[in-house]
């Protein structure tokens, strides 16, 4: 499991690290010593915070597609029972319900016609994309089991949202040791660790400071060749 506040203080010693190392002066060394010495603390501080970088994960077993192919009806009943709840969703669409607004007040055993029916609903038969439609239904189908406490779709959700975490915390490491300047990975943190996210922007230095200290460390690996790579990417 990534730990979202070991993760936010390594940046953040790397951020300090870094801003010192290209501050660094030494009066008894000449200038191409002092900016060797800049240099090699910025690759040690880039050492330090890769010892941090998240393993790459392994993409979930359990995942929306699996949680819905395993709502598929498998008894002679249950084919019944959908036909009889698709009729419901029928009705529903003919009085002018938007699929939508029906999918929200649908019950598990709806839901489940909801979705063996998802290519031919009108609303997918009608677009001139049906496929993007109709796989817009099924995550919105995904959303209100989640939300019904469906346990096979909070277990496919919670794996989701892990894996996704762990990836984007690696990009906001390597973003940050490669010197982005665009915030690599902090959307798709936003989106699957909003608590480390809020984290990680309190630390946020001040933007002139972090611009200088970021074109400075450009401009060192620019004299010594260094293009930079993260191990494991």
Known sequence: MTNSKSL????VKFRAATTSAVNFHDPDLTNSAITRRRHERVMQARSELLKALPSQPEA?????????????????????????????????????????QIILNSSPARLDAILAHAE???STLRSADPT?????????VFERLVET???EAVMARDAQLAHGRQVAWREVITGNIEGDRYGRGLAAL???DPEGFEALAA????????ADTGERVRHLDRVFGVGVSTAGD
């Open 120 to 122: 031919i609903l009108p």
């Open 203 to 210: 630390t946020a230095s001040d933007p002139v400071t972090a």
């Open 8 to 11: 936010v203080d390594a940046i």
């Open 149 to 151: 406490g469906d346990p």
């Open 190 to 192: 936003h989106r699957t």
């Open 60 to 100: 979930p077993k359990v995942n929306r597609e699996t949680a819905l192919a395993g709502r598929a009806p498998k008894s002679v009943d249950q084919v019944a029972m959908i036909q009889q709840e698709f009729s419901i969703v029928e009705r529903l669409l003919a009085a002018g319900q938007p699929i939508e």
């Open 132 to 140: 993007a439609v109709a796989e817009a239904v099924r995550e919105r």
